[in-house]
C-alpha cells in the first residue's frame, strides 16, 4: 500500500523559510517523479515543484528562485526548502508520487500539510 506522509508546515512570518518532507513507503521511491502541489482556500490545487526520478527539477514561477525540491533515494524521501515565504504562500501543500512514464491518473497523494505565511 502505497503511503506518503508530509511534514514540516506550520506559521511562519514574511521572509522566514521552512523545509517540509514528504516520506514515501510502499512504492520503489527511486523510479517514481515526485511532486508537490499546494491549495489555498478557495482555489484550485496547483503544481509548486518536481523532481525527475533522474534528478531534475522544475518550478512554478511564483516559487522560482525561493523554492528548492529535493530528494533522497535512501531515505525515500522528498523535501521542499522554501525561503522568502510571502502570505501568498498560505496553502496546504501535498506531496505526490507517479511512477515516470504513467499519466497522471496513477499518482498517489499525501494528505497534506498545512503552511501559513502570517505576522
Known amino acids: 500500500q502505497v503511503q506518503l506522509v508530509e511534514s514540516g508546515g506550520d506559521l511562519v512570518q514574511p521572509g522566514g523559510s521552512l523545509r517540509l518532507s514528504c516520506a514515501a513507503s510502499?512504492?520503489?521511491?527511486?523510479?517514481?517523479?515526485m511532486y508537490w502541489y499546494r491549495q489555498a482556500p478557495g482555489k484550485e490545487r496547483e503544481l509548486v515543484a518536481v523532481?525527475?526520478?533522474?534528478?531534475?527539477?522544475n518550478y512554478a514561477d511564483a516559487v522560482k528562485g525561493r523554492f528548492t525540491i529535493s530528494r533522497d533515494n535512501a531515505k525515500n524521501t522528498v523535501y521542499l526548502q522554501m525561503t522568502t515565504l510571502k502570505p501568498e504562500d498560505t496553502a496546504v501543500y501535498y506531496c505526490?508520487?507517479?511512477?515516470?512514464?504513467?499519466?497522471?491518473?496513477?499518482?498517489?497523494w499525501g494528505q497534506g500539510t498545512q503552511v501559513t505565511v502570517s505576522s
Open positions: 510502499g512504492i520503489i521511491f527511486s523510479i517514481n517523479n
Open positions: 505526490s508520487a507517479r511512477r515516470a512514464g504513467w499519466g497522471p491518473a496513477s499518482a498517489s
Open positions: 523532481i525527475t526520478n533522474s534528478g531534475s527539477t
